[in-house]
């Protein structure tokens, strides 16, 4: 079987993380959410320039740390891949998706191809913006405060699904509403999709 690399991209709270700590109860992985990868450094680089801490959106961020971030979480991806794991990378990567050729530098610099690796994309979406605003009061983060703050500066289409230019078949892109409960129904769908290989 063909190693997985599977990426869970949407907005904040859409609830991308609690989908891929479902799967990888049934697929053993690396699990890589950028948030952990980078947060602690970013807050400090962010603080140290006298800038809240939580502020994803400003342009202090744009330029000199979201590239970081990413590029730290695909240099340990392509290590687990070319270590011979699955993967399971969880952020937007909207920059990422609109790249062609992202993709292939990764699997270019794991020794790997696509007959190797199977690459799947899966768009997480919810129905509403009271959802989304409600699951981000939930999960209670700091780095969220900003977002609360801020709602009507922050919110974006929870609908959204991100352009995706990568070189990958129409049927390794699963677009997935996560209004409502995520039942064992839901995963077990999910589930299928990665394991089936494209």
């Known amino acids: ?10 907005v904040a709270g859409t609830g991308k993380t609690t989908v891929a700590r479902k799967l990888a109860k049934r697929i053993q ?7 952990t990868v980078g947060g602690r450094f970013v807050e400090k680089m962010l603080e140290m320039n006298g800038l809240d801490v939580n502020d994803r959106d400003s ?3 744009k330029k000199h740390l979201r590239d970081l971030e990413y590029d730290t979480t695909k240099d340990i991806c392509i290590e687990n891949l070319a270590a011979g794991q699955n993967v399971f990378m969880i952020s937007p990567f909207t920059a990422e998706l609109k790249n062609k050729a992202w993709i ?6 794991a020794g790997l191809s696509k007959q190797e690796v199977d690459v799947k994309v899966i768009a997480v979406t919810l129905g509403d913006m ?3 605003r409600k699951r981000i009061e939930q999960r209670q983060t700091e780095r969220d405060n900003w977002k609360l703050e801020h709602w009507d500066d ?3 289409r929870v ?4 352009e995706v230019n990568w070189d990958i078949p129409a049927s ?7 209004s409502g409960d995520l039942t064992n129904e839901k995963v077990e769908s999910v589930y299928q999709f990665v394991m089936n290989e494209s």
Do not use: H, I
Not at 1 to 10: E, I, R
Not at 159 to 162: A, D, E, I, M
Not at 172 to 178: E, K
């Open 1 to 10: 079987m063909k190693q997985k690399l599977v990426f869970f991209v949407g």
């Open 172 to 178: 390794s892109v699963l677009v997935f509403d996560n």
């Open 154 to 156: 922050f919110k974006q």
């Open 130 to 132: 009271e959802t989304q």
């Open 104 to 109: 292939e530098e990764v699997l270019a610099a």
């Open 59 to 61: 342009e202090f961020y």
């Open 159 to 162: 609908q959204f699904v991100p």
């Open 29 to 35: 992985a690396a699990f890589l959410d950028r948030d």
